[in-house]
């Protein structure tokens, strides 16, 4: 699997993420819309027809999510290009979250396997890849009877040796002692985070401004409505495009190589 296919591509999608999933009105979401039905924003052609104005339009919700190539995933591989408009629709939308949720865990081991740190746990990153890159071909049926709980808990520790070997090589690396919630709405801008462990940290409508994530593991962090003006991302491990599409940044954040300046940032 190559990483272009860990990434979303819409137009090979029935657009999955706009009838299967569920959302209700609020900030993020203009309307209430139940799991199974179509966005009402959906065209015939399973393509947002406000997707370059979903922000103004009030779909802020929809600019974070991403589905890690699932949706192409589902739709051309496990149903064969056959829409839910002529399958059994309930069985593709309950496979599809599964399918994002193996691919997302496929994102991080791929991410983790092209950082020169981690070559001494590549063998291992691998063997899990290959099993989980495995999970995502079988038949609708026996996707469905997968246990993802189990399966993340297998690559854990995996990810966890992953964050350490990159801290490790930082002569700065630092623990994060406090509670996740504690830096909601924190005043940290200038703060020094290179090399630490920030996994599931909540970062929401914290000032981050000019902040320094350099080789930082940020699996699972929360930066909603986070100021990262001018913060440094360069070498941070587990950062996605979601995280930072739910930021607002500038032309002086500096990204990973694999990661695009959000369209909305100033």
Not at 38 to 51: K, S, Y
Not at 100 to 121: G, N
Request: charged share 20%.
């Amino acid at each position: 699997m190559t990483t272009t296919e860990l990434t979303s591509d819409c137009s090979q999608c029935f657009g999955l993420c706009c009838v299967a999933l569920p959302y209700i009105q609020s900030t993020d979401f203009a309307k209430d819309k139940a799991g199974g039905t179509p966005c009402h924003n959906l065209n015939d052609h399973f393509m947002c027809a406000i997707h370059s104005n979903l922000r103004e339009e009030g779909y802020k919700g929809c600019t974070v999510y991403e589905c890690f190539g699932a949706g192409q995933k589902v739709s051309q591989t496990i149903y064969k290009s056959v829409s839910w408009h002529e399958k059994s629709s309930e069985e593709m939308f309950e496979v599809f979250p599964i399918i994002q949720q193996l691919h997302e865990m496929l994102a991080y081991l791929d991410e983790a396997l092209k950082r020169e740190e981690t070559k001494p746990i590549h063998t291992q990153l691998m063997e899990a890849f290959n099993k989980i890159d495995a999970y995502t071909y079988k038949d609708p049926e026996s996707i469905l009877t997968l246990d993802l709980t189990v399966i993340r808990s297998e690559i854990s520790d995996y990810l966890s040796e992953a964050g350490e070997l990159v801290a490790y090589a930082k002569a700065n690396e630092h623990r994060i002692q406090r509670a996740a919630f504690e830096f909601m709405g924190a005043q940290l801008k200038g703060h020094n985070f290179q090399g630490a462990k920030l996994r599931g940290i909540f970062f929401i409508a914290a000032d981050l401004r000019g902040a320094n994530f350099t080789s930082a593991e940020l699996l699972g962090a929360d930066f909603r409505d986070a100021d990262v003006c001018g913060a440094d991302f360069t070498g941070s491990l587990f950062l996605t495009q979601a995280q930072m599409n739910a930021a607002n940044g500038d032309k002086a954040t500096t990204l990973p190589r694999h990661l695009q300046r959000p369209s909305h940032w100033i």
